[in-house]
Nanobody, 125 residues
Framework: QVQLVESGGGSVQPGGSVRLSCVVS????????LGWFRQAQGKERRGVGG???????RYADFAKGRFTISLEKAENTLYLQMDSLQPEDAAIYYC???????????????????WGQGTRVTVSS
């Protein structure tokens, strides 16, 4: 059973930075697609970005240029570095893991079966 535990959330001023961590346990981290999601109050959960098993990262448009996803395999840890934060970035941030779907040699990361409990990020002055 894969388990994910996020940490690093907190309160930050607009323009500030936060780094979230997600420790993955229970299986080999490199087997899984890993992703970050967020849910703002009163809104649906949406994807922030993710990393494939061959460590290709992708980002939602709102995250490009401001957020960076990285993976430290030796620590079984996924990171989300968030810079230039704005009030609209305030949300509960979740990390998730899922096995990739492979079709004709291509890998798709579109299903996430394991989720962390979330960590809250508040952006206000």
């Amino acid at each position: 059973q894969v388990q994910l535990v996020e940490s690093g959330g907190g309160s930050v001023q607009p323009g500030g930075s936060v780094r979230l961590s997600c420790v993955v346990s229970g299986d080999t981290i490199s087997t899984y697609c890993l992703g970050w999601f967020r849910q703002a109050q009163g809104k649906e959960r949406r994807g922030v970005g993710g990393i494939s098993t061959d460590e290709i990262t992708r980002y939602a448009d709102f995250a490009k240029g401001r957020f960076t996803i990285s993976l430290e395999k030796a620590e079984n840890t996924l990171y989300l570095q968030m810079d230039s934060l704005q009030p609209e970035d305030a949300a509960i941030y979740y990390c998730a893991a899922g096995l990739p779907r492979r079709v004709v040699g291509r890998e798709f990361c579109d299903t996430y079966d394991y989720w962390g409990q979330g960590t809250r990020v508040t952006v206000s002055s």
